[in-house]
């Protein structure tokens, strides 16, 4: 596993969304932390923790005041990558666009990773367009391969896969970009040990379970502060 410094942080990412998405990031934030990674990648490498956590998740407000401001800028100093939860909403976020410009000149650009909930990314349709206007100009796509640095934005709704199996196969992409894994060897490692557990009868917890309590009441929570 490569880090992209050397340096200690203190949280694995900052997600940054807009109040309409709210839902969606706790619901992420929720998967990744509980989320454990296979036994056998961690004894092969120590470097891997079995843990991606704590993540830090703000619900955003527009009338915060300078010092809050200030308090989520050292927030994303201490966080090692930012998730941007991309939608058509958070596309036109003054928050979620000043988020993306800071980590920037923090010099963490390629540490930077959208997870797509609505949209689509580089339409250029207002209606459909997700991502927000800092991610296109810090990543400008161009029909000139050699002129294109677009990024690719992590899907939760791939199409021609059932819902579950999207969401889990992203959140499964996110955590292998945030580790540098590679995604096809963490989905094997993780279905190998999914069975093992199931055949010695262990009870699965569904990581992107909507059933929790604590789940519920956080989105309560939120719906109440938007």
Known sequence: ???????????????????ADAREAVRLQHAIERYRLPAVLCRHDRSI????????????????????MQELKQRMEQSRYLIVVCSPHSANSVYVNSGIDYFVSLGRRDSIIPVIVEGVP??????TECFPEALRRH?????DPLQDHSILGINIREAGLARRTAYDRAMLMVVARMLQLDFDGLLSRNNIE????????VKLVRIDSMESADYQQECHDFGQQE
């Open 1 to 19: 596993m490569i880090m992209p410094s050397d340096r200690t942080y203190q949280y694995f990412a900052f997600i940054s969304f807009q109040n």
């Open 49 to 68: 923790p079995r843990h991606i956590r704590p993540l830090y998740c703000y619900i955003n407000d527009m009338h915060a005041g300078e010092e809050m």
């Open 122 to 127: 580089y339409s250029g349709d207002p209606a």
């Open 139 to 143: 990543f400008p796509k161009h029909a």
């Open 194 to 201: 999914s069975q093992v557990r199931s055949v010695s009868g």
